[in-house]
C-alpha cells in the first residue's frame, strides 16, 4: 500500500493523510490571488493537475476550512543562535498568541547537539514558552528524541527535523500539520541529511514553515550563512511551506498567513497514470485555470515499495 500526497497552497498544505489504494494520489492545496487573498470558492474544473508532465483526471474534489492543527515547535539553541534566544522568545510567543486556539496542539522541541523534547502536545502558548524558558535554565533533564548518538560538534538540525516529524506528527491523523523551525538551516551532527528530512515530511504531510535567524558578521555573509539560507528555503519548498528572514519587520503578518494556509485548503484525488511502486520520485504539478492565482505545491512523492 502507497501513501501518496501532495500539499499545496500559496503556502500550501494538506489535510489528514488518505490511505488508499496503490494508484489512487491525494492533493491538498491552498490558493491565493494575485494581492495574496486566499481563494476559497473554486471547483474541481478550475485546475489542472499533472505527474510528471502528463495530464491526470481528478475524480475527487472537496473544500475545507476551520481546520485543527497540529505543529512541531522547533527551536535551534545552538552557538550561533545564542544571539537570537531572546528574540527567539519574543517571536515564539507571539506566533503561538496569533496562530493557537483552543482547537489545536503544539509540542515543542529545542536542539544544539542533542534533540530534547521540550514539551508534550498543549494548546497553552503561556506553558510553551515557559517550557522554554525551563529549557535554559537545565537542558540536560529533557528528554531526547531518536536513538541515542555521539555527536562531537554542536548542531544537529537535519535531525531536529526528522525526528519530530517520525516520532510525533507522523501518528496525527486528523486536521493540518507542520513544523515551524527557529534556526539558520546550518549543520554539523546531524544522523541524517537534507533529503532525509524532505522526504520524512513529504511522507507524512508535513510542512516546514522556516524562520531564519541568520548571524552575519562584519556586514556581510559567509559561505556557511549562504548555505543555511539555501537550506532553509529549499526544506519550505519541498514540502509546500515557506521561508521567512527573522529580520523583517512584518513577521505578525506571516504569522497570520501560516495560521490562514493551515485552516484552510482544497483536496483532491487522482488514479495515477504511473502506478507503479517503483521507488522513484513522481512530480506533481497543480495548477489553477484562471488567471491570477497562484497554487505552490510541495515537489511530489515517492512511490515506495
Known amino acids: 500500500m502507497k501513501l501518496a500526497v501532495c500539499l499545496c497552497g500559496v503556502l500550501c498544505f494538506a489535510q489528514a493523510p488518505f490511505r488508499v489504494d496503490v494508484q489512487l494520489v491525494n492533493v491538498s492545496f491552498v490558493v491565493r490571488d494575485s494581492r495574496g487573498a486566499l481563494v476559497p470558492n473554486l471547483d474541481r474544473d478550475d485546475f489542472d493537475v499533472l505527474e510528471d508532465g502528463g495530464p491526470q483526471k481528478i475524480s475527487f474534489f472537496a473544500r475545507s476550512t ?15 543562535q545564542e544571539h537570537f534566544m531572546k528574540q527567539h522568545h519574543h517571536d515564539l510567543e507571539r506566533f503561538l498568541k496569533e496562530t493557537l486556539n ?51 560538534l554542536g548542531t544537529a538540525f537535519y535531525d531536529a527535523i526528522f525526528y519530530p516529524i517520525t516520532e510525533r506528527l507522523a501518528t496525527v491523523d486528523q486536521g493540518s500539520r507542520a ?39 562584519h556586514g556581510r555573509m559567509n559561505a556557511r550563512n549562504k548555505y ?16 521567512f528572514d527573522a529580520r523583517e519587520k512584518d513577521l505578525a503578518t506571516h504569522f497570520r498567513e501560516i495560521g490562514d494556509d493551515l485552516r484552510a485548503s482544497y483536496t483532491l484525488a487522482y488514479h495515477s497514470t504511473n502506478p507503479a511502486a517503483d ?10 485555470k484562471r488567471d491570477g492565482l497562484i497554487v505552490r505545491c510541495k515537489t511530489g512523492y515517492y512511490s515506495r515499495s
Open 102 to 152: 483552543e482547537r489545536d496542539r503544539a509540542f515543542l522541541v529545542c536542539f544544539g547537539n542533542h534533540v530534547r523534547l521540550v514539551s508534550d502536545y498543549s494548546n497553552s502558548p503561556r506553558d510553551l514558552v515557559d517550557s522554554l524558558h525551563d529549557y535554559e535554565k537545565n537542558k540536560g533533564e529533557f528528554p531526547e528524541l531518536g536513538p541515542e548518538e555521539h555527536r562531537v
Open 228 to 243: 543555511g539560507i539555501s537550506v532553509m528555503d529549499r526544506l519550505a519548498r519541498e514540502t509546500g511551506g515557506a521561508h
Open 279 to 288: 521507488n522513484s520520485f513522481h512530480k506533481i504539478v497543480v495548477r489553477s
Open 66 to 80: 476551520d481546520i485543527p492543527m497540529t505543529l512541531g515547535l522547533i527551536v535551534d539553541a545552538s552557538g550561533s
Open 179 to 217: 513544523l515551524i523551525v527557529f534556526s539558520d538551516g546550518e549543520d554539523n551532527s546531524s544522523a541524517h541529511n537534507m533529503l532525509d528530512a524532505i522526504e520524512t515530511a513529504q511522507a507524512s504531510d508535513v510542512r516546514i514553515f522556516a524562520l531564519r535567524y541568520t548571524e552575519i558578521e
